[in-house]
Structure formats: C-alpha cells, structure tokens
C-alpha cells in the first residue's frame, strides 16, 4: 500500500509569510496528489488537484508542485483565514483507496 | 450549485449499526462516484470507501471489510453508508465526498458533504 507523509506535522507562521509544506509517497506515484485545507469544525475543501492544478475560485497565492514521490504545497503570503491544516492525498492506487497524509496545521505564530 | 448534504448526528451503543445519507444535488447523480472518509476527534481523514452511483460497484478499506455498506438511490440521487458492530473507536465525523473524474486522467474529491457526527458510547 501507498503510505502517504507529510512535513512539518504543524508550523507557527505569520501573516505575509511564504509557507511551504511537503508531502512524500512511498513510491512513485506521478502527479496523482491532491491538497485539501480544512478549519476547524467544517469539511475539507479541496485546493489543488493533479500536483499542481489549481481548483477554481482558490486565490492564486496557492500553488502545488512535484512529481513521483515528493510534493509541495506553497502559501505565497499567508493570510488570516489561511491558518486551517493541510492534507495531501494520492488519487493513483484505486484498490486501496485515496489515502491521506496526516496533516499540517498551520497557526499563528 | 453542486451540494452534499447529510443526514444529521447519532448516538449509538457498542454493537448496533448506523446508517448515514447524503442527499446530492446540482448534478447528474449517477455520473460520478461517491466516497466515504471518517475522522476521528483531533485525527486526520481516513477513507472508507466508494461507490459508483453508475453500477453501485463498490471498493471497500480493507480494515472495514465485513462491517460497511455503501449504497445508492439514484431515484433520490442519495448514498448511504451503513456501519455495523459499533465499537468506541468509531467514534468520529463522518463525511461524504463527490469523485470528480473530469480530466480524464486524475481524480479528486468535490465537494464534501457537512459530515455527521457519529458518537458510539455505553
């Protein structure tokens, strides 16, 4: 099975900061990763699909990348309503379902 | 606009089942599958399950394998899920999730339901 990791597990950040969080697969899996933000209280929503495509109506200063096991995600200046946690998620294997990685919370420094 | 909505929260003791609903709308329900991910108080998500609402064809979490149905009305354009032998570990929220296949080649999971919480307690 595909196992999904991610780091850091949380981070403290200002707003305007750049914040970069990584997502590794446990072998290679294309572009297949998508990045989903989720607040407190309510469902994910999703971000980015296919490494790097932006969902639409997500701001611009969202932007994904990478290929085959290693992938990021990158807040180009943090606003308040971004501090939420971060999951990725391979879409490649199918019998074994979209897995998750374990998240990225994102809070006030 | 395209919308999941689900059932609302329950309260079961070890042992009994639950049935949770997801009312889709906005779309041709029987285009795109359904997913179902659970997450546990302060947990990350973890996945299911999937059901075409095509064929009703389904994939299931190997750990769950014997204790989930996933089903479909398409006349109502509503999934279920159905958990059995309820243990204190399945305390958790419960989300459905529409698979967009559009691309062609990638899928992603949009949008979500609200989620339902599920408390399982003696």
């Known amino acids: 099975d595909i196992q999904m990791t991610q780091s850091p597990s949380s981070l403290s950040a200002s707003v305007g900061d750049r914040v970069t969080i990584t997502c590794r697969a446990s072998?290679?899996?294309?572009?297949?990763l998508n990045w989903y933000q989720q607040k407190p209280g309510k469902a994910p929503k999703l971000l980015i699909y296919?490494?790097?495509s932006l969902q639409s109506g997500v701001p611009s200063r969202f932007s994904g990348s990478g290929s085959g096991t290693d992938f990021t995600l990158t807040i180009s200046s943090l606003q308040p309503e971004d501090f939420a946690t971060y999951f990725c998620?391979?879409?490649?294997?199918?019998?074994?379902?979209?897995?998750f990685g374990p998240g990225t919370k994102v809070d006030i420094k | 606009q395209v919308q999941l909505v689900q059932s609302g929260a329950e309260v079961k003791k070890p042992g009994a089942s639950v049935k949770v609903s997801c009312k889709a709308s906005?779309?041709?329900?029987?285009?795109?599958?359904i997913n179902w991910v659970r997450q546990a108080p302060g947990q990350g998500l973890e996945w299911m399950g999937w059901?075409?609402?095509?064929?009703?064809?389904?994939n299931y979490a190997q750990k769950l394998q014997g204790r989930v149905t996933m089903t479909t009305d398409t006349s109502t354009s509503t999934a279920y899920m159905e958990l059995r032998s309820l243990r204190s570990d399945d305390t958790a929220v419960y989300y459905c999730?529409?698979?967009?296949?559009?691309?062609?080649?990638?899928?992603?999971?949009?949008?979500w339901g609200q989620g339902t919480l599920v408390t399982v307690s003696s």
């Open positions: 999730a529409r698979e967009d296949d559009s691309s062609g080649w990638f899928n992603w999971f949009d949008p």
């Open positions: 906005g779309y041709t329900f029987t285009s795109y599958g």
């Open positions: 059901i075409s609402a095509y064929n009703a064809n389904t």
């Open positions: 072998q290679s899996i294309s572009s297949y």
């Open positions: 296919a490494a790097s």
């Open positions: 998620q391979q879409s490649f294997s199918t019998p074994q379902g979209f897995t």
